[in-house]
């Protein structure tokens, strides 16, 4: 059974940062694609980083939404099993909900194609 929890979210003031962490269990250990997503109330869900879980053996970098581009950096350890993004000045704008994705072979822009999906961390930033 898949499982994905997420963690690290909370509330900031704009030009903070936090790590948020996903915690995978359940996967195959290759041929995955994992991704982060936030939903703000009233909008619809968006696609912010997606990283393949044996990047190791793939070329090809992350790829990043244009709104956080060069603010987020999506890593992961594999040893542990575990998503993360790192958001550094962070703005109003990123206040949403917070989840990460799995989904097997390729990776995709479309949230729609994400099988499994974590419960979300909630993240706040104040002016």
């Known amino acids: 059974q898949v499982r994905l929890v997420e963690s690290g979210g909370g509330s900031v003031q704009a030009g903070e940062s936090l790590r948020l962490s996903c915690a995978a269990s359940?996967?195959?250990?290759?041929?995955?694609?994992m991704g982060w997503f936030r939903q703000a109330p009233g909008k619809e869900r968006e696609r912010l980083a997606t990283?393949?879980?044996?990047?190791?053996?793939?070329?090809?970098?992350?790829l990043y939404a244009d709104s956080v581009k060069g603010r987020f950096t999506i890593s992961q350890d594999n040893a542990k099993n575990t998503l993360f993004l790192q958001m550094n000045s962070l703005k109003p704008e990123d206040t949403a909900m917070y989840s990460c994705?799995?989904?097997?072979?390729?990776?995709?822009?479309?949230?729609?194609?994400?099988?499994?999906w974590g419960q979300g961390t909630q993240v706040t930033v104040s002016s």
């Open positions: 994705a799995a989904k097997y072979l390729e990776c995709s822009v479309d949230s729609d194609d994400y099988r499994y």
């Open positions: 990283i393949y879980t044996d990047a190791y053996l793939r070329s090809g970098d992350p």
């Open positions: 359940g996967l195959t250990p290759y041929a995955n694609c």
